[in-house]
């Protein structure tokens, strides 16, 4: 992967970056819901960093090129997609792929959940960049199937039935963001988050405060009051979400991000051989995720980070 945007001499703690990438890792568990297959994830840069000697092991600074970062497979089975070569998984990108490229590409390709990982390496980056300027950026699953998970983000018991899969709800925050970042229409701050948030694979969904509750709402009950306290305008609640006209306005940035069940279950299913174009029945074999919440969690965390520092180095 390439990152380019970073300013010459920025820090990087590669501890605290691979930290942030196991989180996202495949076979850490996740309530029993992650995939079994188990990946290190070790992040190895080949460009754009040198060795800081004065901040110590495991610390390197940018030198102002374009960074580049490699994070390799160590435990792939390809067969596990072999009936899938012709046949789209329903509700996949499988068919996506075959009208752009002609072909299924084994796991998934350019349209896997995979691609998450590099998304967090950067993500990651800037979540130190940002936390350097006071803001801060966190994300957790608060539906799992349908149902409310605890305060910690752990999901309800049996919340997926054997064989099959369940989406889920993540809420994402980042604090401490200045006001006035953004701008209006495509220019504007929940504009480009939104085109983050989307580039997650298994997003379906996107709002921002209160969301689609406030189609349902009076003006009188969805309005934010303005106040003044310590010498600054602040708002009483937070039903926009942060953002006003597609401004930050100094409070919270809350988004929710709803993510579809994944697609890869071990249920039948019917589709079609796209070679023959004839009906087919399909039932996906290998290791999947039961719900993509959870490591989709951490991805968010990356996707805000990644647009709102775009933001604060405009």
Same mark, same amino acid.
């Given at each position: ?29 996740q ?39 490699v ?25 996506a792929a ?45 539906r799992?199937?349908?149902?409310a ?12 039935? +054997?064989? %099959?899969? &369940?989406? #889920?709800? =993540? ?9 006035? $970042? @953004?701008? !209006? ?10 085109a ?28 934010? +009051?303005? %106040?003044? &306290?310590? #010498?600054? =305008? ?9 953002? $006003? @006209?597609? !401004? ?9 991000l ?21 009906p ?11 719900? &993509? ?22």
């Open positions: 992967m390439e990152i380019e945007g970073v300013p010459s001499g920025t820090p990087i703690d590669c501890v605290e970056l691979q930290r942030f990438l196991d989180r996202r890792a495949p076979g850490r568990g309530g029993g819901l992650s995939t079994p297959r188990a990946e290190p994830d070790r992040i190895i840069f080949t460009e754009g960093v040198v060795t800081d000697v004065e901040a110590g092991e495991g610390r390197v600074v940018t030198d102002g090129e374009r960074i580049r970062a994070i390799r497979n160590t435990n792939t089975r390809p067969q596990d997609y072999a009936n899938v070569a012709t046949v789209p998984r329903p509700g996949h990108a499988d068919y075959w009208l752009k490229d002609g072909r299924i590409p084994t796991g998934g390709g350019r349209w896997s959940g995979r691609m998450t990982a590099p998304l967090c390496i950067a993500g990651g980056i800037a979540l130190q960049m940002l936390a350097r300027r006071g803001i801060s950026i966190a994300a957790r699953v608060i799992c199937g349908g149902l998970c605890d305060a910690s983000g752990a999901p309800p018991a049996d919340c997926c039935p +054997p064989g %099959d899969s &369940v989406g #889920g709800l =993540v809420e994402v925050v980042a604090t401490g963001v200045p006001a006035g $970042l @953004g701008d !209006v229409g495509e220019a504007g701050l929940e504009s480009h988050l939104a983050a948030f989307f580039g997650i694979p298994a997003v379906k969904g996107v709002e921002f405060g209160d969301g689609f509750r406030l189609a349902e709402m009076r003006g009188s009950e969805a309005n934010d +009051p303005f %106040d003044v &306290v310590d #010498g600054k =305008v602040v708002l009483r609640t937070n039903r926009c979400g942060g953002i $006003l @006209g597609g !401004v930050s306005v100094g409070a919270p940035i809350v988004a929710r709803a993510f579809k069940p994944t697609p890869s279950i071990a249920l039948e299913q019917d589709s079609v051989d796209l070679r023959t174009m004839t087919a029945r399909i039932a996906v074999k290998g290791r999947h995720d039961r719900c &993509v919440a959870f490591r989709g969690a951490v991805a968010a965390e990356a996707a805000m980070a990644v647009a709102i520092l775009a933001e604060v180095l405009t």
